[in-house]
Structure formats: C-alpha cells, structure tokens
C-alpha cells in the first residue's frame, strides 16, 4: 500500500496530478483545494497519499496534510460517500473548517459545499461527531509539530512560539506554510514592515 510520494509534478489536471518517481508515473487524484495550493509543474512535491483498492479498481488520492487524509478515510466509512463525494467535500471546504462544521453543526455551513445536501449534512453530522478530532486538537498538534521543528532547528523556544502565534493570527495553519513563514521570520528574510 502506498502511504505518501515524494517526486517531480509533471502534469496538473482538474481534478488529478501526475507525479513522476523513479521514472513511474503515478496517478493522483486530488482536491481542488490541494491542486491549488501545489507549485508549478516541473517542481518537486510531496503527497499524503490513501490507496483506494476495490475488486475492479485501484485509485490513490493524495492530501497535502495527514489530518486531511485521515478526514477523507473517515469520511468514505461512512454508507453512501465514496471517493469522488469525500474528494469533493475536501474541494469545497477547508479541513479545519469541515471539523468546526461538524463539532457546531453547522449544517448551513455544510449544504454550502456543492453535492451536499441538508439530509446528508445532517448525516455527516450525526456520523462523524464522535468519529473525527476537534478543531482545536488539530490546532495544538500542528502549532507543537511546527514548535518542535523550529526548535530542533536550533531556535529558542519562545522566539518560535511568539513566531508561530503572529503567523496563526494572519491565517497561516498548515505545518508547510508555518514551517516556510517562520523560517523567513526568523532569518530575517521578513522586512520589519511586514513583522
């Protein structure tokens, strides 16, 4: 079972990617959220990725994060939704968002999302609540992954932790986009303007 690809993009689609390692090119199928976030053909990238096998069929779908993955497996135990309807709930909303909707019952929030209607929003709600982790454990374990990253990196702890805080305040939540912000913070590569 393939469990994550680090390799070149060679060809982005709408809804998958074409991932080239070792001279093997993998087909994967995406969110349209991950399809944006992605650099430029060409570059190098890496991809949670969750082997879909049934009788007929095998199909990998790659995440940028483990929380997401582990979401869109959540999300496929559930009767009724299948890849193309999980991919397709991860295209309209944010993870972190998902997870809020789910824990506020937010089924507005969720109908919003195109496909989804309010009976199966209220069935995601009904199925996932004890299932998925709340929006604010996902929260400490990013912010403490990325703590621990900067820290072992040689930076103090409180000029990382004040780092990591001032990034989450502009919306910046995913260990990549963290890690690459802090690294700018705390080399100097930021102006003061922009600090």
Do not use: W
């Not at 991932?19 to 959220?33: D, F, L, M, P």
């Not at 890849?83 to 998902?98: D, M, Q, R, T």
């Not at 998925?132 to 990196?153: M, Q």
Request: net charge negative; charged share 25%; with cysteine.
């Amino acid at each position: 079972m393939i469990g994550s690809l680090r390799g070149i993009l060679l060809k982005k689609h709408p809804d998958h990617l074409l991932v080239e390692v070792s001279g093997i090119g993998y087909h994967v199928n995406v969110s349209v959220r991950t399809l944006s976030s992605l650099a430029d053909e060409g570059s190098t990238v890496f991809l949670y990725i969750h082997t879909h096998v049934r009788e007929d069929t095998l199909q990998l779908f790659g995440f940028m994060s483990e929380d997401e993955k582990n979401i869109f497996i959540t999300l496929l135990s559930i009767s009724g939704i299948g890849p193309k309807v999980a991919l397709n709930i991860l295209s309209g909303i944010s993870h972190e968002a998902f997870l809020s909707a789910i824990e506020t019952e937010d089924v507005a929030l969720l109908c919003r999302i195109p496909g989804l209607g309010k009976k199966t929003a209220h069935r995601l709600i009904l199925e996932l609540r004890e299932k998925l982790p709340s929006s604010g454990e996902i929260k400490d374990r990013v912010f403490e992954d990325t703590l621990s990253a900067l820290i072992n990196l040689g930076y103090k702890k409180s000029e990382a932790q004040n780092c990591l805080e001032r990034l989450y305040k502009k919306g910046i939540k995913d260990i990549e986009g963290l890690l690459k912000e802090s690294l700018k913070y705390l080399t100097g590569d930021v102006s003061e303007g922009n600090r």
